[in-house]
């Protein structure tokens, strides 16, 4: 078990280029969470897999951000012509089973300027 | 919609001084209740889960409390070390399992 991964760990980039971050869940976790977090704030849902299905995604968010889990294996989260309001710390996070706790990686801090 | 709330926003206590951080929440089928700890620059740490009304979780100076509508979290007799921001969460049976986060309470331990 070596925890959840998430890459890149700091990503700069400028308002209107696109970016992609990864993420490897615990191996055998069916479940996959997408959470934002910006500072002085708890984790606000983004979206959720189960395998591959993406079974929900927050109404909060906009048509440019757009995940996939290939494979029912790791999970991309992209973001298209990316805004300064879109800064934050990006979560994710992997469970075992429907009543299993969410096991986080250390996030992907983005910064748009 | 499910909500959750945490209060105080912030709390700071002397070492050794006990206290209590209160979790609020609205949701359609309560699942299970999560506490967890978050270290700055990390990802949150899970602590512990209630499934019930009654129902209480123990580890070292931290006990968690579940009511129908409200989650307590005891810190007993804390150390500099347990300050960290405390972060609640439900999860929604009706909503696909979705886990939804409270603000968080930030807690300071003076020595």
């Known amino acids: 078990d070596t925890g959840v991964s998430q890459n890149p760990r700091h990503k700069i980039t400028k308002r209107g280029q696109n970016v992609t971050f990864r993420c490897d869940p615990i191996s055998e976790h069916n479940r996959l969470y997408w959470y934002r977090q910006t500072l002085g704030q708890g984790p606000e849902f983004l979206t959720y897999f189960q395998n591959e299905a993406q079974l929900e995604k927050s109404r909060l968010l906009s048509d440019r951000f757009s995940a996939e889990r290939p494979k029912g294996s790791f999970s991309t989260l992209e973001i298209q012509r990316t805004e300064q309001g879109d800064s934050a710390m990006y979560l994710c996070?992997?469970?075992?089973?429907?009543?299993?706790?969410?096991?986080f990686g250390n996030g992907t801090r983005l910064t748009v300027t | 919609e499910d909500q959750v709330t945490q209060s105080p926003e912030a709390l700071r206590l002397q070492e050794g001084e006990s206290s209590s951080l209160n979790c609020s929440y609205t949701v359609s089928g309560l699942r299970g209740l999560f506490w967890y700890r978050q270290d700055p620059g990390k990802g949150p740490e899970f602590l512990f889960t209630?499934?019930?009304a009654g129902e209480e979780k123990e580890k070292e100076r931290l006990k968690a409390t579940l009511t129908k509508k409200e989650s307590f979290l005891h810190i007993t007799a804390p150390k500099p070390e347990d300050s960290a921001t405390y972060l609640c969460?439900?999860?929604?049976?009706?909503?696909?399992?979705?886990?939804?986060f409270g603000p968080g309470t930030s807690l300071s331990v003076i020595p």
């Open positions: 969460a439900v999860q929604d049976e009706t909503s696909y399992d979705k886990v939804i």
């Open positions: 209630l499934y019930s």
């Open positions: 996070a992997s469970s075992f089973s429907y009543n299993s706790p969410l096991h």
